[in-house]
Each structure stands twice: as structure tokens, then as C-alpha cells.
């Protein structure tokens, strides 16, 4: 069986979460979601729990990760288990999708130089910082890396996610 992980926290983009969540577990996925905390809300009030902590985590055990975006990535990346998940997984060459603020947890990890991205439009100076190609596109692939910029993107952003996991 194919699994997910999700990464996120307080304030997530609702539907940056729960729309990759319901899609790969529509394709047969075993989907597990990390984070600091046990319950966390999203922006717009839905609640989300963990069903695995963080320090259980093994990249080994994953096919993707996915980082939605929202407030949760500016609390989340300053969490060593978080970039050290997101690290992994680009070490190990390993799908990563990470839409709107989610890129700041990757920046964070070390792993955005040279990389062609998108985020949310207020994302693109700190990417271009952290070394990034910046493309303000609905979607952006580079290699094993998939980034998006909102919840409007969601359908190229999942399109995408399957092409590399589907």
C-alpha cells in the first residue's frame, strides 16, 4: 500500500489540507498527518489530528509528503523534527508537494536553492532569498518538488501530485 504524509499545524489552509488528504486516500493511500500538536485548527475552523507524532516518523515508510500552507508552515518550520522529515525526503529524492506558505517549512529545511518554485505571492521574496527560481504559475514541478500558490491551484496541484504518485 502507497502512503502519504501530511505535515502541518494551528492555522492550516482547510482545504490545502483536507482536499490532497481526501484525494489520496481516494486513490488508495494510507494517509498519516504529523505535527507538533495532537489537534489544530485551520483558518477556517475545521479541525485536524495528528495520527502520528512527529518523532515516530520514518521518511523511509512514505512515497510523498505534503505541506499544506496557511499560518501553520511560519510556526511549524521552526520545528527540527519538521525540516528534518522535509530534508529527508529530498535527500531520499522523494516526491514533496508543498502549496501556498508550505514552502517556507522547505526553505527552513535547507532544501530550496536552485529549485523552481511557486508559493503564495507574499512566499515569493523569501524564496528568492532562500535561492529559488520564483515562477508566480498555478503550479510549478521541478523534478520531485510540486509547489502551488492557493487553494484555487488545488486542481493543477493535485493533478500533478498523481502524475507523480498516481
Known amino acids: 500500500m502507497k502512503r502519504a504524509l ?7 489552509e482547510d482545504l490545502e489540507l483536507f482536499v490532497p488528504y481526501f484525494r489520496l486516500l481516494e486513490e488508495g493511500f494510507k494517509v498519516d498527518i504529523a505535527s507538533p500538536m495532537e489537534k489544530f485548527k ?4 475545521y479541525e485536524a489530528s495528528s495520527t502520528i507524532s512527529l518523532d515516530s516518523v520514518n521518511p523511509d515508510d512514505y512515497d510523498i509528503l505534503v505541506v499544506p500552507g496557511g499560518k501553520a508552515p511560519a510556526s511549524i518550520r521552526n520545528d527540527k523534527r519538521v525540516t528534518g522529515i522535509a530534508k529527508a525526503f529530498f535527500d531520499k529524492d522523494k516526491p514533496v508537494a ?11 529545511a535547507g532544501v530550496m536553492k536552485g529549485r523552481k518554485s511557486t508559493s503564495y505571492r507574499s512566499g515569493g521574496k523569501e524564496l528568492k532569498e532562500a535561492g529559488a527560481k520564483y515562477e508566480d504559475r498555478e503550479v510549478v514541478v521541478d ?3 510540486i509547489t502551488s500558490r492557493q487553494p484555487s491551484d488545488l486542481p493543477a496541484f493535485m493533478r500533478e501530485i498523481m502524475k507523480k504518485v498516481g
Open 143 to 145: 523534478g520531485n518538488l
Open 98 to 108: 508543498s502549496i501556498c506558505h508550505g514552502p517556507q517549512v522547505l526553505i527552513k
Open 6 to 12: 501530511i505535515i502541518s499545524g494551528e492555522g492550516f
Open 42 to 45: 485551520g483558518k477556517h475552523g
